[in-house]
């Protein structure tokens, strides 16, 4: 049983004590804010941790447990959305466990070696995401997998904006500049991976540009 009241498949509980043993590293985080990563392999199949809890004591008192909160409503919102990874379950406040999708990240694969199609299917789906209301907000190579049969894949939803036709306003303006951000990443990822070329990169839209000075100076 979960914190959030939820469970894991058949053979895999979902407490620290009993994942502590089967835990191993993929990936440490970016920098000293970002979950570490970790697989965990069980009869029931291989599934990942994100994990805040062995961070400075202010990401994981305070910006991890809200980040993965917002992963959560996320990866709820798209349930069942092809291209989404599950989420398996929540072990506590500082911890999500996710469908361990087997592919590589953009960011370990050759520059201009990706075919063209890749990057439709990449925004076919991130305009699906868009359709459920969440803008992902942070889209980079680190961010699409290149997972079986080579199709996208896309993870880390930690700065996801939600918004509906119900939400205020001002939320929706927001959601509509994430939504552009997110396409014009796939621009920029198709011009440094695709095989063949792609076409030019569209304007940057204003409150992303400001949001990422925001980030870049708190060092997120």
Same mark, same amino acid.
């Given at each position: 049983?979960?914190?959030?009241?939820?469970?894991?498949?058949?053979?895999?509980?979902? +407490?620290?004590?009993?994942? #502590?043993? @089967?835990?191993?590293?993929?990936?440490?985080?970016?920098?000293?804010?970002?979950?570490?990563?970790?697989?965990?392999?069980?009869?029931?199949?291989?599934?990942?941790?994100? $994990?805040?809890? +062995?961070?400075?004591?202010?990401?994981?008192?305070?910006?991890?447990?809200?980040?993965?909160? @917002?992963?959560?409503? #996320?990866?709820?919102?798209?349930?069942?959305?092809?291209?989404?990874?599950?989420?398996?379950?929540?072990?506590?406040?500082?911890?999500?466990? =996710?469908?361990?999708?087997?592919?590589?990240?953009?960011?370990?694969?050759?520059? &201009? +070696?990706?075919?063209?199609? /890749? /990057? $439709?299917?990449?925004?076919?789906?991130?305009?699906?995401?868009?359709?459920?209301?969440?803008?992902?907000?942070?889209?980079?190579?680190? $961010?699409?997998?290149?997972?079986?049969?080579?199709?996208?894949? =896309?993870? $880390? /939803?930690?700065?996801?904006?939600? &918004?509906? +036709?119900?939400?205020?306003?001002? #939320?929706?303006?927001? /959601?509509?500049?994430?939504?552009?951000?997110?396409?014009?990443?796939?621009?920029? =990822?198709?011009?440094? %991976?695709?095989?063949?070329?792609?076409?030019?990169?569209?304007?940057?839209?204003?409150? %992303?540009?400001? #949001?990422?000075?925001?980030?870049? @100076?708190?060092? =997120?």
């Amino acid at each position: 049983m979960t914190s959030d009241g939820t469970t894991g498949p058949p053979g895999l509980r979902l +407490s620290r004590d009993e994942l #502590a043993g @089967r835990r191993r590293r993929l990936h440490d985080g970016r920098n000293r804010t970002k979950a570490v990563i970790d697989l965990v392999e069980s009869p029931a199949g291989s599934f990942v941790i994100k $994990d805040v809890a +062995s961070r400075p004591f202010w990401v994981r008192a305070l910006l991890g447990p809200w980040q993965l909160r @917002r992963e959560i409503r #996320a990866y709820r919102r798209l349930a069942d959305l092809p291209g989404i990874p599950r989420l398996v379950g929540v072990v506590d406040r500082q911890a999500i466990v =996710l469908e361990y999708v087997d592919g590589r990240p953009l960011q370990a694969t050759a520059r &201009a +070696s990706i075919d063209a199609s /890749f /990057f $439709d299917r990449l925004a076919d789906l991130v305009r699906a995401v868009h359709a459920r209301g969440v803008a992902h907000g942070d889209l980079h190579h680190g $961010d699409v997998l290149v997972g079986p049969g080579g199709r996208p894949f =896309l993870v $880390d /939803f930690s700065t996801s904006w939600i &918004a509906g +036709s119900g939400s205020w306003w001002p #939320a929706r303006r927001v /959601f509509g500049q994430m939504c552009r951000a997110d396409l014009r990443s796939i621009a920029k =990822l198709r011009r440094r %991976y695709a095989a063949g070329g792609a076409p030019p990169e569209p304007p940057r839209p204003g409150l %992303y540009r400001l #949001a990422a000075r925001v980030r870049d @100076r708190l060092g =997120l």
